[in-house]
């Protein structure tokens, strides 16, 4: 078999030794509760502290404007139901139709149960949200709106600051999912200006069930968790203190390393390019200017997206048909049909998401066995 390549990173990325090395003595001598009032537990709360301060610093907010959660979904949750039922000024939600599962079902749940309106606000060919569109959808009523800054299937990186602006101009205050754009791209509070971003720790080389929301101090957030009072009381639970200075140190070391990511753009462009001229068909999904670095994704109308999946992992590739989130699902995905692409190439579509170590060698390797795969799956003759 060639070269194992593990090209599935928008799913999750292996813990780094760095994020290990960090968490290992509070997973073994330092287990003391943070709500302790003796030495373990005052030594485990001034980790979790320090943890706080950290990410605060990364994500452009106070420490008192960060909590912690146990993953990127939670902190969608927590944003979405925590902002919109903390101090509404009305029932109308603005997001869009391409956010992950995630913002939308925590939107359903407002429209289905506490009575709310949402819009989904339409994207481009490209998966781009319009600011006159948000503009157009915002109303008097209107509490939230949630718009995610980059897309987990296709890459898309949407015009964040054009569009809190137009939000602030209305008052309404505006969440953005950052969870698949953190490793690549500033997402504090103040780079992209929105009130509220969520993060996932298992994107960034931190293990999973480790997240965070930085939320405004201005903004009432109603908690989802009720009992101790943790998290100034919005969110109750006993704190996952190696879990939290793992998600600091990945979320510290990730910023770092962000300067790096010109090279996996070039090995991205070099699989995109070559797909595009060697494979008969192949259509780009998402955004060529406006993309996350270690995205490539693409349809091969006239195959099985499944059945190419399964060619390519015996030849050593190992990457996916979109979110994580989703696998399993016989529907198309709804992000690729917002694009405007038909239901039946929407289910051929395969992603390719880069780690941060990828070469140019491996990224021509990776043209050559997608080139045979597909053609093994649809009789495809390569260029």
């Known amino acids: ?40 537990g005052e030594r485990a709360a001034h980790a979790v502290q320090a943890a706080r301060a950290t990410v605060a610093e990364q994500l452009g907010c106070r420490p008192s ?9 939670e902190a969608d949750n927590l944003a979405i139901k925590g902002i919109a039922l903390g101090d509404p000024r009305g029932r109308h ?7 992950h599962e995630a913002v939308r ?29 948000l503009e157009r959808a915002l109303r008097p009523d209107t509490t939230l709106v949630s718009i995610q800054h980059a897309n987990n299937e296709i890459g898309t990186v949407q015009p964040i600051r054009e569009l809190v602006a137009v939000a602030r101009a209305a ?40 997240g965070a929301l930085a939320v405004r101090g201005s903004l009432p957030l109603e ?15 006993t704190e996952n203190v190696a879990g939290v200075v793992g998600l600091a140190t990945a979320l510290a070391l990730t910023s770092l390393e962000r300067g790096q990511k010109a090279r996996v753009s070039e090995a991205r462009d070099v699989i995109i390019d070559g797909v595009l001229a060697r494979v008969p068909g192949a259509v780009l999904t998402g955004s060529r200017e406006h993309r996350l670095p270690a995205n ?10 499944e059945a190419v999946l399964l060619e390519l992992e015996g030849r050593g590739i190992v990457c996916s048909s979109g979110s994580a989130c989703a696998a399993g699902s016989d529907e198309p995905s709804p992000v690729l049909l ?19 170590e990828i070469t140019l060698t491996q990224a021509d390797s990776i043209v050559d066995r997608v080139v045979d795969a597909v053609a093994a799956v649809g009789g495809l003759r390569a260029r």
Request: charged share 20%.
């Open 296 to 305: 490539a994704s693409f349809c091969f109308p006239g195959t099985s997206g």
């Open 105 to 133: 079902e925590s939107a359903d749940y407002l429209k289905r149960l506490h009575g709310f309106d949402v819009t989904e606000l339409p994207v481009d060919g490209e998966g781009r949200v319009s600011p006159e569109d």
């Open 65 to 73: 404007e960060v909590v912690f959660t146990s993953g990127g979904t």
């Open 171 to 210: 008052g309404v205050p505006m969440h953005s999912d950052a969870v698949q754009s953190a490793d690549a791209l500033e997402v504090g509070l103040a780079s992209l200006g929105v009130d509220a971003v969520s993060i996932a720790g298992h994107k960034l080389g931190a293990p999973k069930g480790t």
């Open 1 to 40: 078999m060639d070269e194992l390549l593990y090209l599935d990173t928008a799913a999750t990325t292996p813990v780094r030794r760095e994020v290990l090395e960090a968490m290992w003595p509070y997973l073994t001598g330092e287990f003391g509760n943070p709500s302790s009032h003796h030495q373990l």
């Open 223 to 237: 908690p989802l968790l009720h009992g101790g009072g943790q998290e100034r009381g919005r969110r109750s639970g």
């Open 338 to 356: 917002a694009l405007g692409i038909a239901p039946e190439v929407a289910q051929t579509a395969v992603r390719f998401t880069l780690p941060a």
């Open 93 to 99: 939600l603005v997001t869009t139709r391409i956010e």
